[in-house]
């Protein structure tokens, strides 16, 4: 269709450089028009593009404005100037509108419009000619837009392209499009002055005079020199503008109409800027009317400098809003507002020189804004990767790598960032990824029509009002909709309510509808509109679920509800990065470490507590525990908006796929009957799960491995199953032979078993696992795993133990029991037999030195090698020549000495005087230990030298015959009283508390009417834990901590046994570190020790049998890993110690706190603080060398403390004193932190005060000592 030749305003600057910018269009494929305010080039080159001969028939002219507003008048101004039909040979294209023919010659769209466009049609085929103006709003879509028509221009040679704006970097985009010409049109038509009015410092620190009085003074100045036309103020947020508001209204009063004009405001509300008044406007805006409104009328402008810059921050991920100074070209911008009616004045609240410092241009938003959506576009469209994509601006390399982050976590590319079908299937829906997530988890969910709904509501602007001056009834009216746990159950409520009445009212009843309800009236249209759309295109690809249910009950939408969880499972997928858990308060930790407080318009703010008593009034629920927000948002402080309550177990199903899973603590569970591990799943560094879980299930080969330790070796009487009755009883006989041949190396036993189970089962790790294995074997091999003696031992070898290792020795007629135990270092250890008063007459040195074979040749090498040496030198080698001599030796009544003398005189032709070996020492366990029991079984005395055991025993007997002759009497009946006491009471060595637990104290007798107690207690005794009776309960209490200690040592022995072999590994990657001050076996010794130390030195205030299994089963799962926990804590303090003590500075202070031995000195508790400490110590050197003289005030303050703790170490406390000493000794290293380090802090509260407080009580303890 023809269009007329076009006709050009002379008014319009445009008009001047008409034949210039045809030359261009023809001439060149790319033109750059940077055209101030006013010029009029969104309306006339669209015209000067038909003039130029475009398009060619059948083709159009694509003309973008960043928004509908604009694209819908613009258009209809260019058809109007054409002189034809709007809709027809020019038309406009916005979302849900589309107001073309095919007779469109001239199309206005938005730059998304065409954007979507490309994706069914990459070339562009529909047009030959494509205007982009405002290119300097550099959004997303435009740098999108530009960076696809760069690429695109060389495979379409005959397409034109011009690019437009106010305020453009025209060598930046000259450059990006091959140095395409520029041509600058001027737009003002009046000088406008600019004068800079700067705030002074001093007084606006101060608070005397702030920015509003600025603004004040400044529009006093401009009515009194202009007397005529508006003013428009520039401010940055909407807070200033309501602020200033009052204040220049108390100013000026009436004399003025002070108009608002920000987003947020109704259509009606901010058509007040536009519509003509009585009195002189000024308009307190924001950044809004920079560019995107035309006001008119305007004279003076009067600009703060300031505006709130959207930012996307990819570390935190969350989207800020701070309040920044303006770019130099915003500020050209805001100047050129005024100046088109008459001479105008632009007053700059700023200094000149701050205003050349300031960036040329804002920051295009594809570097400050989340990635996410656009990478997804790229990547379906088949346009590239945005790493190579063609932008003005490449984006950094941070947002890119967020947005990747961001499409992983919902599941929109794989591991190579590719598009999985559900990114495909994202890449559709015309949303945020977010909310194409959500919606495509509703079809699972059964709510997508309820999703669809919100998904649409949050991408609009909340269609909730609450104008200034009617705050509260705008809240009356909000609260029929609000959901006491989400806010966006509170957006269904809202629509839902709208919809109810939607068929039967007029569209006027429904304005006066939103009007009283304090609803946009536009907002719900255009949110109806987006839900219409969404439908339409989940219909199209058949993404169809519960479309068209009824709305959910109300009490199924409370949480726990199957809608609520249904409708907030899909909203969570779109928004697992947006998660928070209670901190206290309207305070939450989200994902990233980020603390975000509920936003105040949320229903979740600012909760009271439950009430506590009955008649109190109820308040609204707690906080929840968990919940997820639409967004996180930077202004004051970082806002969690549109938030709701959640489950965190929905995290843990739908989002797993970007949590962290981790494992720890794989044990064997007697209860659970199979081998669990402890499964954290964390997002972003919330722990949202915890839970035991099948280790089976995930490391099936240590699971069978710890199934074999713990349910078939350690604990294999839990399970009446045959084999493990046949097998234990068979471990009992090789442990006794072990134990008689001092081979009782449980490990090596252990390991035994474990190699037989282990090549006989495979993937076994519960007793369900196991019985199913026994089943399917049944029948070929019945006795599977049944061991056998030769799996554990040669039968040989145990005739040939029994001969060398006899159960009992014949003393005269009598036979009297061997005891053999592996007990190294304790008293016990070796062979024992027990014998009465009586027999212990009859036994001879000769009978205890004949009683064990098979400690002969032992016992025979001992003595050899106490020889002096140059007898020794004729016997070499020894141990040959010990082997000779044992066979020779015959039992007999002769002792082992005398009998050795004689054959080593007879062989080896020695003369050795009686008395040789009179001072040599055998072995504990080569000398029987030897028990006298009275009848009862009680034990009178115990040792392994014969003749002061006589001499004990015979001093026993005196004392029992002075009393069996003495006459009756108190002392008598006492001694009896508390002899059948303690024959009561008194028991060991304990293997478990007694059940039920002996009473705290009781009653011995009573004489005269006088009650005598006694106060049964846990004890450490020679042969193990005892029961004992004690005469006071300070005895008691003493004698617990040693009694509990040896209790767990003896009840952690195999524990421990595993520990040290775990230590030895654990310890090899800090030799390095240990050996230039400690030998590492020493090392090693001193580490184990001190982990023995902190699994057995334990406190138990409940003395009950299941509090001291309890404790038992505790200390036994803490052993479990913690050599390797250990180790991990100990290496960055071994680390700094190495660092500081090759500084001769530090050395002394250094070695000080960290001796060779220190692991015997400190607590493992204590070794969290240690690295504090070493920093003070580093700290206070650099200090000192920047203030000595406070350095020296310090050491001053710090000097009476040292000499106290010098005192310490050189006094002999007591034992009650030692613990408050050890405190005393970390308080003053906390004291040292305090004076030298306070930006490390101190774990308590510490002054001089305390200090001394603490050492007067401790003074009175010491015990002087004296010194050379």
Not at 197 to 206: G, K
Not at 377 to 402: C, K, N, T, W
Not at 628 to 636: F, L, Y
Not at 746 to 754: F, P, T
Request: hydrophobic residues 40%; contains cysteine; glycine residues 6%.
């Amino acid at each position: 269709m023809t269009i007329a030749p076009p006709h050009y305003p002379p008014e319009l600057p445009i008009t001047a450089r008409r034949e210039d910018i045809l030359a261009a269009i023809r001439g060149h494929p790319v033109l750059i028009v940077q055209g101030e305010t006013g010029s009029g080039k969104s309306t006339q080159l669209p015209k000067l593009l038909l003039d130029a001969g475009l398009p060619r028939p059948g083709r159009r002219i694509a003309c973008t404005q960043p928004r509908r507003v604009a694209a819908r008048s613009v258009s209809r101004r260019v058809a109007e100037e054409l002189g034809v039909r709007w809709g027809r040979e020019v038309g406009c294209k916005v979302r849900f509108q589309d107001q073309t023919s095919a007779d469109t010659v001239v199309k206005f769209l938005t730059d998304g419009m065409l954007l979507a466009e490309i994706r069914g049609d990459p070339m562009l085929r529909e047009y030959d000619a494509i205007l982009v103006d405002e290119a300097h709003e550099r959004s997303l879509n435009i740098d999108f837009l530009l960076g696809h028509l760069n690429r695109l221009l060389p495979e379409r040679p005959g397409l034109k392209v011009v690019i437009t704006s106010a305020t453009i970097d025209t060598e930046a985009f000259s450059k990006a499009f091959g140095g395409a010409p520029v041509i600058e049109v001027s737009g003002r038509t009046f000088p406008v002055t600019v004068e800079y009015a700067p705030l002074d410092e001093s007084r606006e620190s101060s608070g005397d005079f702030t920015l509003l009085d600025a603004v004040g003074e400044s529009l006093e100045r401009v009515c009194r020199e202009f007397p005529h036309g508006d003013v428009l103020v520039f401010f940055a947020s909407e807070r200033d503008i309501r602020e200033a508001h009052d204040l220049l209204r108390s100013r000026f009063g009436d004399r003025l109409d002070l108009i608002p004009l920000f987003g947020r405001l109704t259509a009606a509300e901010q058509d007040r800027a536009f519509a003509p008044s009585s009195r002189r406007k000024v308009i307190l805006a924001t950044n809004i009317a920079e560019t995107s409104l035309t006001l008119p009328g305007i004279r003076c402008v009067i600009d703060t400098g300031l505006a709130r810059i959207s930012r996307y921050h990819t570390r935190t991920r969350t989207r800020g809003l701070p309040i920044e100074p303006i770019s130099r070209s915003s500020a050209d911008q805001r100047t050129g507002r005024c100046g088109r009616i008459a001479e105008g004045l632009c007053i700059r609240l700023y200094p000149e020189e701050d205003y050349e410092k300031r960036p040329r241009f804002t920051p295009p938003e594809i570097r400050r804004s989340n990635l996410a959506d656009v990478i997804l576009r790229l990547l379906d469209s088949g346009l590239g990767r945005v790493e190579s994509f063609p932008f003005i601006d490449p984006p950094p390399a941070a947002a890119i790598h967020a947005g990747y982050l961001q499409l992983a976590e919902l599941g929109a590319i794989d591991d190579d960032r590719n598009l999985t079908a559900l990114g495909r299937d994202m890449a559709r829906l015309p949303t945020d990824p977010a909310l194409s997530r959500m919606i495509l988890q509703a079809r699972r969910e059964h709510c997508l029509n309820e999703v669809l709904v919100i998904a649409a509501g949050l991408s609009i602007q909340d269609p909730r009002q609450r104008p200034e001056d009617a705050r509260e009834a705008a809240d009356r009216a909000h609260r029929r909709f609000l959901h006491p746990e989400s806010d966006f159950l509170t957006l269904l409520n809202i629509w839902e309510a709208f919809h109810e009445d939607l068929e039967r009212l007029s569209q006027n009843q429904l304005r006066r509808f939103c009007r009283q309800h304090f609803l946009s009236y536009t907002r719900v249209r255009e949110w109806r509109d987006l839900h219409d759309q969404l439908l339409s295109v989940v219909r199209e690809y058949k993404l169809g679920g519960t479309l068209g249910a009824a709305p959910a009950a109300s009490a199924d939408r409370a949480f726990g509800g199957a809608a609520y969880r249904a409708i907030h499972r899909a909203l969570l997928t779109g928004l697992l990065g947006n998660v928070a858990r209670e901190e206290g308060g309207n305070l939450y930790r989200a994902t990233g470490d980020r603390v975000v407080q509920v936003f105040p318009g949320s229903t979740l703010h600012r909760r009271l507590p439950r009430p506590k008593r009955k008649g109190d009034r109820p308040a609204k629920p707690a906080n929840p525990k968990w919940l997820m927000a639409a967004e996180i948002v930077e202004t004051s402080r970082l806002f969690a908006r549109t938030a709701a309550r959640i489950d965190p177990q929905w995290v843990a199903d739908l989002g797993r796929h970007a949590c962290r899973i981790s494992h720890a603590e794989p044990a064997w569970d007697p209860g659970a009957g199979r081998v669990l591990v402890r499964e954290s799943i964390r997002l972003g560094g919330l722990e949202v799960a915890s839970r035991r879980v099948d280790y089976g299930r995930i490391n099936p080969t240590h699971a069978t491995e710890l199934f074999i330790r713990g349910a078939l070796i350690h604990d294999p009487a839990d399970h009446p199953l045959p084999f493990l009755e046949h097998n234990r009883a068979l471990v009992e006989k090789v442990a006794d032979l072990r134990t008689r041949r001092r081979m009782h190396d449980w490990l090596a036993l252990e390991e035994q078993l474990s190699t037989f189970y282990a090549a006989r089962i495979q993937n076994v790790s519960s007793l369900h696992d196991l019985n199913r294995l026994l089943r399917r074997e049944h029948a070929a091999r019945p006795r599977l795993l049944f061991l056998e003696e030769k799996d554990l031992f040669d039968p040989a070898d145990e005739e040939h133990t029994a001969a060398l290792f006899p159960n009992a020795v014949r003393l005269g007629q009598t036979v009297l029991p061997l005891d053999y135990r592996y007990r190294p270092g304790e008293e016990i250890d070796g062979v024992s037999l027990r014998l009465t008063p009586g027999e212990l007459d009859a036994l001879t040195p000769a009978a205890l030195d004949w009683a064990v074979p098979g400690h002969l040749e032992e016992k025979v090498h001992t003595l050899l090698r106490a020889l002096p040496k140059e007898i020794r030198r004729a016997l070499h080698p020894i141990a040959e020549t010990a082997r000779s001599l044992r066979n020779a030796l015959r039992p007999g009544e002769e002792t082992l000495a005398d009998q050795l003398l004689r054959l080593l005189r007879e062989r080896n032709n020695l003369a050795l005087p009686a008395a040789t070996w009179r001072d040599a020492t055998l072995a504990d366990h080569l000398r029987p230990r030897i028990e006298v029991t009275d009848r009862r079984g009680r034990v009178l005395a115990a040792g392994r030298d014969l003749a002061a055991l006589r001499r004990e025993v015979a001093g026993l007997r005196t004392v029992a015959g002075a009393a069996r002759s003495a006459t009756a009497s108190s002392t008598d009946q006492l001694a009896q009283a508390w002899a059948r006491a303690v024959a009561q009471w008194e028991r060991g060595p304990l293997d478990r508390w007694p059940e039920p637990a002996p009473p705290e104290e009781i009653t011995v007798a009573d004489l005269d009417g006088l009650s005598v107690k006694a106060w049964p207690g846990l004890a450490a005794g020679p042969e193990g834990p005892r029961l004992r009776l004690f005469r006071q309960p300070e005895e008691a209490r003493a004698a617990f901590p040693a009694g509990l200690e040896q209790f767990l040592e003896h009840r952690l022995g195999r524990d421990l046994g595993w520990m040290r072999r775990d230590l030895a590994g654990a310890l090899k990657p800090l030799r390095p570190l240990v050996v230039a001050f400690r030998p590492p076996d020493r090392f090693e010794d001193d580490a184990f020790e001190h982990l023995r130390r902190h699994l057995c030195r334990q406190s138990l205030p409940e003395r009950t049998a299941a509090a001291f299994e309890a404790l038992v089963a505790r200390q036994s799962a803490a052993s479990r890993g913690l050599p390797l926990r250990w180790a991990d804590q100990l290496k960055p303090l071994l680390e700094t110690r190495q660092r500081l003590v090759l500084d001769p500075a530090l050395a002394p202070e250094a070695e000080a706190l960290l001796p060779p031995d220190f692991l015997l000195r400190i607590p493992l508790e204590r070794l969290d603080h240690l690295p504090r400490y070493l920093k003070t110590i580093e700290l206070r050197r650099t200090k000192a060398a920047q203030r000595p003289d406070r350095e020296t005030a310090r050491a001053q303050e710090l000097a009476p403390h040292l000499e106290n703790l010098r005192r310490l170490r050189a006094a002999e406390l007591p034992a009650p004193a030692a613990a408050e000493a050890d405190a005393y000794r970390w308080l003053v290293e906390e004291y040292k932190v305090s004076l030298f380090a306070q930006e490390l802090g101190t774990t308590e509260r510490v002054s001089p005060k305390r200090l001394a407080a603490v050492w007067q009580s401790l003074q009175a303890r010491l015990q002087p000592v004296s010194t050379p």
